[in-house]
């Protein structure tokens, strides 16, 4: 059972990041996806959530109306499009499903001139 993400970088404030999140090792279309967010010294953040069909979705506060969330089912994989990219987006991002308990190993965004 694994999760791994990708798509993370560097970008410039203004700029956009497609995270992937790609499962592997169990039957990823019976379950729903979170996407947190962890910055230094400070305390996990909830970002966003899609339901296991992905008729359902939404979006922390902090990032509400710059992000996407979706899902491939043939891929096993659910994406994360984040646009207007600003410095406080600063962090290690993680995909993880509550009801496993699996979480992915992060991927780095950095939002820097």
């Known amino acids: 059972v694994q999760l791994v993400e990708s798509g993370g970088g560097l970008v410039q404030p203004g700029g956009s990041l497609n995270l992937s999140c790609t499962a592997s090792g169990f039957a990823f279309n019976r379950y729903s996806m979170n996407w947190v967010r962890q910055a230094s010294g400070q305390e996990r953040e909830f970002v966003a959530y899609?339901?296991?069909?992905?008729?359902?979705?939404h979006y922390g506060d902090s990032m509400k109306g710059r992000l996407t969330i979706s899902r491939d089912k043939a891929k096993n994989t659910v994406y994360l499009q984040m646009n207007g990219l600003q410095f406080e987006d600063t962090a290690v991002y993680f995909c993880?499903?509550?009801?496993?308990?699996?979480w992915g190993q992060g991927a780095q965004v950095t939002v820097s001139l």
């Open positions: 993880f499903i509550p009801s496993l308990g699996v």
């Open positions: 899609i339901s296991h069909d992905g008729g359902a979705s």
